[in-house]
């Protein structure tokens, strides 16, 4: 069964002894986002770091997909304090730092999310939708309950780093991001190779230790099964820019009879 609305992600993972499966959001289209809450997938991940989304084109979207069975994340382009500021405000509950190479930078978000005494989130709630304008009763008192932060590991720093970066007090989950740490290796694009998934496997691991949840990003149904298998939490095993783009292409070369397999002219194309 999806997961309930209303609890965050933290509480979705506590809830539900299997991995949850879940897709990426990247056309920046409520309509599209709706769609895919209610595909019956677990989750959603709303991408702003490599999709062109801005404040308003996540608010509409998280107004579209409110109320469907399905947990939502958000992901800024960068570890940002007022950046993620202005995400907690617009009502985002979940969040994905991009980047976090250290535990001092899983500090600083963890400090983003949280207000004085505990961290530097500004107080806006009067005007801000994730307080429902106020009318959350002790918003103030309880926004951490309404908030959990999952920090991207993807780089060979923050894998090395990993231990000291789930011993972040704040810090809900680890998210491991294969294409860039397989970057960060001097392994662009090779996201399946041995070292890469042998990184990926040693933080779920890590996060095992640890006792705290470990999701990876895995479009191959192989690969995807084999990090659940290696106990990973979280899974997001497809995109909807990626889904559209193979699935117009399969129309093209079902029914265009002059189609060519790749009209650029290049290689077969990476699949995540
Ligand atoms: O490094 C990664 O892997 C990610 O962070 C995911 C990427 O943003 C993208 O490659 C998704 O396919």
């Given at each position: ?21 879940g ?52 992901r ?15 009502g ?48 103030l008192a ?34 491991l ?62 995109a ?33």
């Amino acid at each position: 069964m999806p997961v309930r609305v209303g609890d965050t992600f933290r509480d979705a993972l506590a809830a539900v002894d299997r991995p949850l499966a879940g897709m990426w959001v990247c056309s920046g289209s409520p309509l599209v986002a709706e769609i895919c809450a209610g595909s019956g997938l677990d989750w959603l991940l709303i991408d702003a770091e490599h999709s062109p989304n801005g404040l308003e084109s996540i608010l509409a979207q998280l107004q579209a997909v409110k109320g469907y069975p399905v947990q939502v994340m958000v992901r800024p382009p960068v570890n940002d304090t007022v950046l993620i500021k202005q995400y907690l405000d617009l009502g985002v509950q979940n969040l994905l730092i991009p980047m976090v190479n250290s535990a001092a930078e899983a500090e600083a978000a963890v400090a983003a999310v949280r207000y004085p005494p505990h961290g530097v989130r500004g107080v806006g709630s009067a005007l801000a939708r994730a307080s429902r304008w106020n009318r959350i009763p002790d918003y103030l008192a309880r926004a951490s309950e309404t908030i959990s932060l999952t920090v991207q590991i993807e780089t060979e720093a923050a894998a090395a780093a990993v231990e000291e970066i789930l011993a972040v007090d704040g810090v809900d989950a680890i998210f491991l991001g294969p294409s860039d740490l397989a970057a960060s290796m001097g392994l662009l694009g090779q996201q399946e190779h041995p070292q890469v998934r042998a990184a990926v496997e040693h933080c779920l691991a890590a996060a095992q230790v640890a006792g705290k949840p470990a999701g990876v990003n895995a479009f191959n149904e192989a690969t995807a099964r084999a990090y659940m298998e290696a106990r990973a939490s979280f899974v997001l095993v497809g995109a909807d820019v990626a889904m559209l783009a193979r699935g117009s292409e399969q129309l093209a070369a079902t029914f265009v009879p002059e189609h060519e397999e790749t009209p650029d002219g290049g290689g077969p194309r990476a699949s995540y």
